[in-house]
C-alpha cells in the first residue's frame, strides 16, 4: 500500500479557484491508479476523480465535470486536483486514494481503493 498525505485546501469564496495535492510515498507509485473522494458532513463519501497510473485515462463525478481537472506527476510521486468554479455544494473533506490493484487502467469504485489520506478540508462560502 501506499502512503498518502493530502494538501491545499482551505477556506474560499464561490467562483473561486483551488489546487489540492497527495504527496504518495512507500510503493511504486507510477504503477497505481490514483483517485480523490470527497465527504460531506452528514453524507457519504463520494467519488470525485481518478487517473490511471499513466496518466491516459480520466474519470469524473458528472457533478465536477468541467470544473475539476486531475492531474499526475509520477517523478514527484505526486497527484493534483485542480478545482475551479467553485460551489458550496463543493464543501468536503478531500481525501486522496491509492489502488488496491497495479497497472489497472481506472476505476471509479471506491472498494477498489485500499490506500487513503486523512483528508483536507476545503470549505466554499456563497
Known sequence: QVQLVESGGG?????????????ASGVTFSRYTMGWFRQAPGKEREFVAAISW???GTYYADSVKGRFTISRDNAKNMVY????SLKPEDTAVYSCAGDKLQLRFGTRNEADFASWGQGTQVTVSS
Open 81 to 84: 486536483l485542480q478545482m475551479n
Open 11 to 23: 477556506l474560499v469564496q464561490a467562483g473561486d479557484s483551488l489546487r489540492l495535492s497527495c504527496a
Open 54 to 56: 499513466n496518466g491516459h
